[in-house]
């Protein structure tokens, strides 16, 4: 899972993610190249940047809603991965490539990745609050468990 650091990146990079080719680029280094469903050019086609890291070298990211996606195996389509488990991504329901957009189109569009980028940032920070808010109170019962 990316931390808030990661996410926030991520956030600000992809809004030139819109271009199919630039993420097809991303996959420079992707694993699965000939005679299967996962290609370079398949997963950009559906939206996904790879995002490797050196302990997951197959992560790949939607750069609209943001869903990371990693375990890829040959026989995967993108496309229905993706809509398995975002259906809601504004990308999937996309209609015309983004070159072809009115500003006012993209600019909705820019504004519904903003608000699932903040939704996402609110999530974690509402899990490190509740995770915190666990310790303190084991801590806390442990104190008041050694006093007797
Ligand atoms: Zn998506």
């Not at 699965?32 to 302990?55: D, I, L, Y």
């Not at 993108?78 to 009115?102: A, Q, V, Y």
């Not at 820019?110 to 915190?132: F, P, S």
């Amino acid at each position: 899972m990316a931390s808030i650091d990661v996410l926030k990146a991520r956030f600000y990079s992809y809004d030139k993610m819109y271009s199919q080719d630039l993420r097809e680029q991303s996959f420079v280094e992707w694993p699965f190249r000939e005679e299967c469903e996962c290609t370079p050019a398949k997963m950009a086609k559906a939206g996904f940047v790879h995002c490797p890291s050196e302990n997951e070298p197959d992560v790949a990211c939607c750069f609209f809603c943001l869903l990371e996606l990693e375990g890829w195996e040959p026989d995967d389509s993108p496309w229905s991965e993706h809509i398995k488990r975002s259906p809601n991504c504004g990308f999937l329901s996309m209609r015309k490539d983004f070159t072809e957009l009115t500003v006012a189109e993209f600019h909705h569009l820019e504004k519904e990745r903003l608000k699932i980028y903040i939704r996402k940032v609110c999530h974690k920070k509402m899990a490190y609050l509740r995770d915190e808010i666990d310790q303190k109170l084991k801590d806390l019962n442990s104190m008041l468990n050694s006093i007797h």
